[in-house]
């Protein structure tokens, strides 16, 4: 008799699954959006992922295969990309198209499908994976909500028509192109260098962006330029529609100067306000609103009129091993620590994670290496360990999601052995800004 394990094969992704990959995907992907019909965007976004896409190759899918058919059943793909956490790299893959054809759900395809994944990246060095998705449901596979998307109030169309749109100064917004890619490059190198955790692209992925989608992918976004005397000095991405709701998603935002924002800030909702009639006018159907998958503390929310607040969405996290990651943030805990003019009193500093740890090596005060280990067995209780902070916690403290009073105050298990420990620990991570639009 043959299992369900003999009979289903996962394989890496290859060029000539292209056709079977977006037809399974557009058959199971918002179909409460289609009534149930195939999702042409869907289709169209897998197709360009397997065709020239700057982050995918068609191995970074993984395919499960029916043995007794031959054909693709459930599949998924991660997305690999740098992004930036206070100017240190860090290697990503954003995990999207995780997909089951209904006839085969119930054989636990997507667990071995993500048990690969993890394999895969652990064997590669990609220490963290993001997912946005259904709720709860990736916590069971080792994921947690640690990193903040969107939060930024919905602002209803009627209130960016009441603006006085004479204050831009110069400012304009018009739309890219692919002889923009260089400048677009040279703002992310900027924005990478700051405090905030970003996304940044080279002018091959602006070209792909402005120029590299089929017109029907679900992924295709609108990428314009801010641009004073010719010279472009920011960027505003946005729908390529109006959502079912009406609204105009704005994806990202940047302006290379600071000061330059409250006359940025007029030039795009100029813009914003056009478009958005423009595609009224175009049936689509009424413009309701413009709604920033931005965080409350960007300067274009801040600038913007007063609209109707929104709770933050997340993108759920994952690390095989926190004291990798912890290891690849070193440059950054010693550059914060050392801001604070703080310096360890011991040898080491050892974090224990409930299963493994890291050992933080520290010359003259100053931290000089971060070594994973074996956990204790009791870490409560052991005398050579400083803090004991759960794997969970520990990442959001590491990506700047919580602080750590914040951790303390909702994690009974996260214990401190000194005052001085939470002292460092405290300037080791504060909370970050989130300024990522993926690569997707």
């Known amino acids: 008799m043959t299992t369900a394990s003999d009979r289903y094969v996962v394989r890496p992704g290859r060029a000539s699954d292209a056709a079977e990959l977006a037809r399974l995907h557009a058959s199971v992907q918002l179909q409460a959006v289609t009534g149930g019909q195939p999702h042409p965007g869907i289709a169209a976004w897998v197709e360009d992922l397997l065709d020239g896409h700057p982050s995918v190759v068609p191995d970074d899918f993984l395919v499960a295969d029916d043995s007794t058919t031959g054909r693709p059943v459930a599949s998924l793909v991660g997305l690999r990309q740098h992004w930036r956490l206070a100017g240190v790299r860090l290697p990503v893959a954003q995990v999207e198209l995780v997909g089951t054809a209904p006839e085969h759900r119930g054989h636990r395809l997507t667990e071995r499908l993500f048990a690969a994944l993890h394999q895969w990246y652990a064997a590669d060095g990609v220490p963290v994976q993001v997912i946005e998705g259904i709720p709860y449901f990736y916590r069971r596979l080792g994921y947690e909500y640690a990193l903040a998307n969107d939060g930024a109030p919905t602002v209803p ?97 940047a302006a290379v100067q600071p000061a330059d924002w409250p006359q940025a800030a007029a030039a795009m909702h100029t813009h914003l306000t056009h478009v958005g009639r423009r595609y009224e006018a175009s049936a689509e159907g009424p413009f309701t609103a ?9 300067p274009l929310v801040r600038l913007s009129p007063a609209g109707v607040p929104r709770r933050p969405r997340g993108w759920y996290v994952r690390t095989g091993d926190p004291a990798d990651l912890l290891a690849r943030l070193r440059p950054l805990l010693r550059a914060r620590w050392q801001a604070a003019d703080l310096r360890w009193h011991e040898p080491t500093m050892t974090i224990d994670m409930y299963g493994r740890a890291a050992r933080l090596e520290f010359t003259d005060g100053r931290l000089t290496d971060v070594i994973g280990m074996r956990g204790a067995v009791s870490p409560s209780t052991e005398p050579g360990t400083h803090a004991a902070i759960p794997p969970g916690a520990l990442l959001q403290l590491a990506l700047g999601h919580r602080t750590l009073p914040e951790v303390l105050h909702t994690w009974p298990d996260c214990l401190l052995g000194d005052r001085r420990t939470e002292q460092f620990l405290t300037a080791a991570f504060p909370r970050v800004p989130v300024q990522v639009w993926p690569r997707n």
């Open 157 to 253: 169309a009627a209130a960016l028509l009441a603006i006085e749109h004479d204050r831009s100064a110069g400012l304009t917004v018009r739309p890219a192109t692919v002889a923009d890619a260089d400048a677009l490059a040279a703002i992310d190198r900027r924005l990478a260098d700051g405090d905030a955790l970003v996304c940044p692209r080279d002018a091959a992925v602006w070209r792909y962006e402005i120029a590299g989608r089929r017109p029907a992918d679900l992924a295709r976004r609108v990428v314009t330029v801010l641009v004073q005397g010719g010279d472009v000095c920011g960027y505003l991405v946005h729908g390529s529609r109006l959502s079912a709701a009406g609204e105009l998603i704005v994806f990202a935002a």
């Open 290 to 298: 413009v709604r920033p998958i931005l965080g409350p503390e960007h």
